[in-house]
């Protein structure tokens, strides 16, 4: 089985548990308007990698890893799910600690060939770290070219699989730090029992250059990068969400 990956990074430390071997898989079908890989959108390019070759790679370097393991970021890995239940399958086997970091755009609750696939990679995943761009589903629309709605039926699919959870959401000033919108996202992601961590990301403009190399117009133009206390706020914020329904819960 063979992969399309965009690139990989051998000691990434922002991606999951540990310090981690990282491959950022090709495609994606969503148009996120902070997106700072345009670069992996197109299916079917990029670098062809086989499982086996990701695992020996890792191996060259294990002793880094003893804390760490295996992601797989995008682009959106789950287009990809052969390859990366091929890959997590054996990564089980030897050992390592396996993470998605994903949108779940794809989930298709009511597709069963999908939802047994899904839950065949589910068995060696021990790690999703979701990016919830916006817990409002037009407001995601505007952000992303797509609702949510699949997105938080996937969120509750790893709650009843067991799988867990951390939570990522990018911060833009004017789009996604709306205080009613950041508590309701805590609300939500306060009801799940699998919730074991929560990022708030400031955004930034690295990937502003891309755009200009590849023709694209850059949408944020002339929006400024989120600075570190923004996002600690806003990360306040939405923790008070979660406090708030858990709370709910106890006092019932």
């Avoid at 990074?9 to 994606?28: K, N, W």
């Avoid at 990809?80 to 030897?94: G, H, N, P, S, V």
């Avoid at 899904?118 to 992303?144: G, N, S």
């Avoid at 891309?210 to 949408?219: D, N, R, S, T, V």
Wanted: a neutral charge.
């Amino acid at each position: 089985m063979k992969g399309y990956i965009h690139s990989s990074e051998s000691f990434g430390t922002l991606d999951g548990p540990g310090i981690r071997y990282v491959l950022f898989m090709q495609g994606c079908p969503m148009r996120c308007l902070y997106c700072h890989n345009p670069d992996t959108w197109q299916t079917d390019t990029g670098t062809e990698i086989e499982a086996q070759d990701v695992i020996k790679q890792f191996n060259k370097n294990r002793s880094f890893y003893s804390n760490g393991g295996i992601t797989v970021s995008g682009g959106e890995p789950l287009l990809q799910i052969d390859f990366l239940t091929e890959l997590f399958e054996l990564a089980k086997k030897d050992g390592i600690h396996t993470a998605i970091d994903t949108s779940g755009i794809t989930f298709s609750g009511a597709d069963n060939a999908y939802r047994k696939k899904l839950d065949k990679l589910m068995e060696y995943t021990d790690l999703v770290m979701l990016d919830i761009k916006h817990i409002d589903t037009e407001k995601h629309r505007a952000l992303t070219a797509h609702g949510n709605s699949n997105i938080l039926a996937f969120a509750k699919y790893l709650e009843e699989k067991g799988i867990p959870l951390w939570v990522r959401h990018v911060l833009v000033e004017g789009y996604t730090d709306n205080d009613a919108d950041l508590f309701a996202l805590g609300k939500f992601i306060g009801g799940l029992k699998n919730l074991k961590a929560l990022d708030v990301l400031p955004y930034h403009t690295m990937g502003a250059a891309k755009y200009k190399e590849l023709g694209i117009p850059y949408a944020l133009e002339g929006v400024k990068p989120t600075s570190n206390e923004q996002a600690r706020l806003a990360r306040e914020i939405i923790l008070s969400g979660i406090r708030a329904v858990r709370q709910k819960k106890t006092e019932s």
